[in-house]
């Protein structure tokens, strides 16, 4: 059992330089989630997809935007990466929406130079 | 000002001994839950707590969720190495968002 899976799982950019962070879950999951994870700041919601066709803003979405291409699906990208967004991004997925995230991937670590 | 406190940050125990550790906050929440989290991989749901004074266990694991809804604790009876974790615990506020504490990192030595 996959269930979510994140590529890729470390990345280092430049500033300035762009990338886009995939995420795919198999377990048919409505809702999915991105999350950065810092040193003293615990887990911080970035954006949200309740369901298929929707995306919303979540605690710290400045700096990044996001697609829900499918039901399985949900990238994050950061369009000109900042030393700010160092941090280790997790994407998540639940059956449906009640802001709990069920299942989490393994994260990717990602390093702005 | 973080929403869910969670005490002590850093606990290291013999195995075989009991812990347990808080998760505090002055906002009261529709559910909270526990994740534990190991270096390099993400959280791992662990229970999810709804009624106020409601208690779950899962295997040594105890876990408590306060009557007023806004605490809950976390106690490991005779903990083992494999208890060694990052404890995250997170409640949900009334827009369905779920807010995270900062975590309780446990160390079990053999």
């Known amino acids: 059992n996959a269930g979510v899976t994140q590529t890729p799982k470390f990345q280092v950019l430049k500033t300035g330089q762009s990338m886009t962070l995939q995420c795919a879950q198999d377990?048919?999951?409505?809702?999915m989630y991105w999350y950065r994870q810092d040193p003293g700041m615990g887990l911080r919601l970035i954006y949200y997809?309740?369901?298929?066709?929707?995306?919303d803003k979540g605690e710290v979405p400045n700096g990044y935007n996001v697609s829900r291409l499918n039901k399985r699906e949900f990238s994050l990208r950061l369009e000109s990466a900042a030393p700010s967004q160092t941090s280790v991004y997790f994407c998540?997925?639940?059956?449906?929406?009640?802001?709990?995230?069920?299942?989490f991937g393994d994260g990717t670590r990602l390093s702005i130079l | 000002t973080q929403l869910l406190e969670q005490s002590p940050q850093f606990l290291s125990i013999q195995e075989g001994e009991n812990l347990t550790v808080y998760c505090n906050s002055s906002?009261?929440?529709?559910?909270l839950q526990w994740y534990r989290q190991e270096p390099g991989e993400g959280p791992v749901l662990l229970v999810t707590?709804?009624?106020?004074?409601e208690v779950k266990k899962l295997k040594r694991l105890t876990f408590q969720f306060g009557d007023a809804r806004k605490d809950s604790s976390l106690h490991i009876t005779a903990a083992q190495p494999g208890d060694t974790g990052l404890y995250l615990c997170?409640?949900?506020?009334?827009?369905?968002?779920?807010?995270f504490g900062k975590g309780n990192q446990v160390v079990v030595i053999p």
């Open positions: 998540a997925s639940s059956p449906g929406w009640l802001g709990q995230p069920q299942h």
């Open positions: 377990m048919n999951h409505n809702s």
């Open positions: 997809s309740a369901s298929e066709g929707t995306t």
């Open positions: 906002s009261v929440f529709s559910s």
């Open positions: 707590v709804v009624t106020g004074g």
């Open positions: 997170a409640g949900v506020q009334g827009n369905n968002r779920l807010a």
